[in-house]
């Protein structure tokens, strides 16, 4: 009988016997390379008593890494031919962590609700194409959950950890301020992927911490940031002034905010959006 941790025969033999090609589409990379399994679970500083949420399984790399040290893993996957193969792979290669694996079958995003145990910490490795909504989207419904990881394209990874006045600093790197801190902790090379990736991947990890104190709902501040980037060039009483009904509406409330009308989106922190978000009409 086998054990541990996946290696590339393995990876090769599992994806024939489902017959599965990897797709573009849906970003399937699996990792190989045990090492490089190992070191994404220790930088996710998951614990024995923590309870992990992964989206994206595929065909359990990361998962065996998982059920090494975590309490319990709840994996959600939308390719049902690897959602029902993931809990045999386990009973192969881990058969004595058999019980400490939840698979659901389900797109992330659909997801609102989870079984018990509720997660304590999500680690994953995110399709580059839904990468950013499936993260706040967990961030959003799932408030237990405290700290994480996840694996992300390298441009991807560098936009959620953005300061403001950065080059990429974006939406995504508001909204993921909004939630957390977040600090890019590594890259990993397309060589211990399969199929070969043609970008680099980096290794993001996430910190929960309580939003900025604002009277504000988080709708209303990320409304207010969408429009701030929707035209990253435009000055902010412009960006605003579909928000608050004129430009001459949307000066005044941020002079009023104490920020300079004239300023763009990308120089503002998460705080000044909230203060923002507080003027809006209605």
Same mark, same amino acid.
């Given at each position: ?27 399937? @990379?699996?990792?190989?390379?045990? @090492? ?9 500083? %998951?614990?024995? !008593? ?56 389900? !797109?992330?995003?659909?997801? !609102?609700?989870?079984? !018990?145990?509720?997660?304590?910490? %999500?680690? #994953?490795?995110?399709?580059?194409? %839904? ?107 412009? #960006? ?43």
């Amino acid at each position: 009988m086998a054990d541990g941790l996946l290696d590339p025969r393995t990876i090769r033999r599992l994806a024939a016997e489902l017959d599965l090609r990897p797709t573009k589409q849906r970003g399937q @990379n699996f990792v190989h390379d045990a @090492n490089t399994v190992r070191r994404i679970v220790a930088a996710s500083g %998951v614990t024995g !008593d923590d309870i992990v949420l992964e989206i994206g399984p595929g065909l359990g790399s990361l998962t065996l890494g998982l059920l090494e040290v975590a309490h319990h893993v709840t994996a959600i996957e939308i390719e049902p031919a690897l959602a029902r193969r993931l809990p045999g792979t386990v009973a192969e290669r881990m058969p004595a962590a058999s019980g400490r694996l939840t698979v659901i079958e389900a !797109d992330a995003l659909d997801v !609102d609700a989870l079984p !018990d145990p509720q997660p304590t910490a %999500v680690v #994953a490795n995110l399709p580059y194409n %839904v990468s950013v909504p499936v993260l706040l989207h967990l961030l959003e419904r799932f408030d237990r959950w405290n700290h994480g990881l996840v694996m992300v394209q390298l441009e991807v990874a560098d936009r959620l950890v953005a300061p403001p006045g950065s080059k990429v600093y974006g939406v995504p790197s508001v909204k993921m301020a909004w939630y957390a801190d977040a600090v890019r902790v590594g890259t990993v090379p397309p060589t211990v992927f399969w199929p070969v990736p043609n970008v680099e991947s980096g290794l993001v990890r996430i910190t929960r911490r309580e939003p900025p104190g604002t009277s504000a709902s988080r709708e209303r501040v990320f409304a207010v940031v969408d429009a701030a980037f929707a035209q990253r060039r435009k000055m902010l009483r412009s #960006a605003l002034a579909g928000l608050f009904g004129s430009s001459a509406a949307a000066s005044e409330a941020l002079v009023a905010a104490g920020i300079d009308p004239q300023a763009r989106g990308e120089t503002l922190g998460v705080a000044e959006f909230a203060r923002i978000a507080e003027r809006l009409p209605g």
